[in-house]
């Protein structure tokens, strides 16, 4: 099973070429997560004009779990693992994906060249 990175579900939804064949393939016939944390990345990105990616966040949350996608909620065990990671990426909502795919035994499917480096599994080429 699968946990989304936030690059790779607006990339699967845009149908960019920036989303590998890989991560497509799995996207497509694999059981697959998004976090409330792309969620909120996505709207403090849209709020701030850094990210043209023009979608009501209920509406996206719909369009994801119209493909298929599983809503994957914060919960108290993420907090707490987030308190044990190393302080390798500095980004919160990252850290909050890499504490909820050592939490639910998810490989984050992610270019993202930081999140390998903490003790969870990930997939892109």
């Known amino acids: 099973m699968f946990l989304l990175d936030t690059h790779a579900l607006i990339w699967y939804l845009t149908g960019s070429d920036e989303l590998s064949k890989t991560a497509r393939r799995l996207m ?58 190393p302080d390798i990426h500095k980004d919160p909502f990252d850290r909050l994906l890499v504490a909820q795919a050592m939490e639910n035994e998810l490989t984050i499917i992610t270019r993202d060249s930081k999140i390998p480096q903490y003790d969870v599994k990930t997939v892109w080429q």
Not at 46 to 56: D, G, N, P, S
């Open 28 to 85: 497509e016939t694999k059981r697959c997560f998004f976090s409330y944390a792309s969620l909120w990345e996505i709207a403090i990105k849209q709020a701030k004009k850094t990210l043209e990616f023009e979608i009501e966040i209920p509406k996206l949350k719909e369009v994801l779990e119209d493909e298929e996608f599983i809503y994957l909620a914060p919960t108290e065990y993420d907090a707490e693992r987030i308190k044990k990671l």
